[in-house]
């Protein structure tokens, strides 16, 4: 990852016009446990991977709350999600303040990239190293958007960011279509089976995940580990029944073959010919 002279300040340039010391927060988000988010019309789904350094450990919270209406999801160093999640609470509330009414979630994204973009032009700052996946609601629907540590942001109808998210990525490109039109179960039914698709073959447990919803009349919340694992079992138990019912139509199938073998024993041995030693 050295890039010698190019990369010891974030405001030189390389001369293929390259800033390496944001592409380095950039790659702090990929390093990070994978988080997901999925929004339909009425509803935004935010969900995580809870990643412990060690058995000994807890988890760190990777899903914060805005405001009632707005929810963050983070990728990368916690500490600077957990030093912009408390801006963006703060720009809530003094909106709040001053105009009575909630603050547009867009608006909110926009001061939070200008946030980012200073440290991308200040030598003696450094660029966030955190990715966050912005879910909201308001007068114009539901919203979810990717603001980068480049200090870029996008609005997506569903996203993955974090370690192994490309696996999520094709999930969600497979089935975003039916999203617009999900309801809030299947939303976070959808955010569940994207978070099984970084584990790579880790079992899917409740106490690996954190899932997080908001909608008309919902505010934003965090889902309790019983309500997670019971969608977790709504899908997990299907293949095994799937299984099952296939192997009892095989053993049938087999009776009849075998009967088949002896029923023309007789005429197909005479046919063929015998085997070489």
């Known amino acids: 990852m050295f890039r010698n002279q190019y990369d010891t300040d974030v405001t030189t340039w390389s001369p293929t016009g390259r800033l390496f010391q944001v592409e380095y927060a950039m790659e702090a988000v990929k390093?990070?446990?994978?988080?997901?988010?999925?929004?339909?019309?009425?509803?935004?789904?935010?969900?995580?991977?809870?990643?412990?350094?060690?058995?000994?450990?807890?988890?760190?919270?990777?899903?914060?709350?805005?405001?009632?209406?707005?929810?963050?999801a983070i990728a990368g160093l916690t500490a600077d999600g957990r030093v912009l999640s408390r801006y963006m609470r703060s720009e809530s509330i003094n909106h709040s303040f001053t105009y009575e009414s909630p603050l547009p979630v867009g608006r909110l994204v926009v001061h939070l990239a200008d946030k980012a973009q200073v440290c991308t032009q200040r030598s003696?700052?450094?660029?966030y190293g955190v990715g966050l996946l912005v879910g909201?609601?308001?007068?114009?629907?539901?919203?979810?958007?990717?603001?980068?540590?480049?200090?870029?942001?996008?609005?997506?109808?569903?996203?993955?960011?974090?370690?192994?998210?490309?696996?999520?990525k094709t999930y969600l490109e497979r089935r975003f279509e039916s999203f617009q039109e999900s309801s809030r179960?299947?939303?976070?039914?959808?955010?569940?089976?994207?978070?099984?698709?970084?584990?790579?073959?880790?079992?899917?447990?409740?106490?690996?995940?954190?899932?997080?919803?908001?909608?008309?009349?919902?505010?934003?919340?965090?889902?309790?580990?019983?309500?997670?694992?019971?969608?977790?079992?709504?899908?997990?138990k299907v293949p095994e029944e799937e299984e099952d019912a296939g192997e009892g139509d095989a053993e049938p199938e087999a009776a009849?073959?075998?009967?088949?073998?002896?029923?023309q024993g007789g005429s197909g041995d005479q046919d063929v010919a015998p085997m070489e030693i």
């Open 136 to 168: 909201g609601l308001d007068e114009s629907g539901a919203h979810l958007y990717y603001n980068c540590p480049s200090g870029n942001y996008f609005e997506y109808q569903a996203f993955a960011i974090g370690s192994r998210s490309q696996a999520a």
């Open 124 to 127: 003696w700052k450094r660029p």
């Open 256 to 263: 009849t073959g075998a009967a088949g073998t002896g029923e």
């Open 185 to 236: 179960e299947d939303l976070i039914k959808d955010a569940i089976m994207a978070i099984r698709e970084t584990l790579q073959g880790e079992t899917l447990k409740s106490s690996l995940c954190t899932v997080s919803v908001l909608g008309v009349d919902e505010a934003f919340h965090l889902l309790d580990q019983e309500s997670i694992q019971k969608v977790i079992d709504t899908f997990e």
């Open 31 to 72: 390093q990070g446990s994978a988080a997901i988010g999925l929004r339909s019309r009425s509803h935004v789904v935010l969900a995580c991977v809870n990643k412990a350094q060690s058995e000994l450990s807890s988890h760190q919270r990777k899903i914060f709350k805005v405001d009632d209406h707005i929810g963050v």
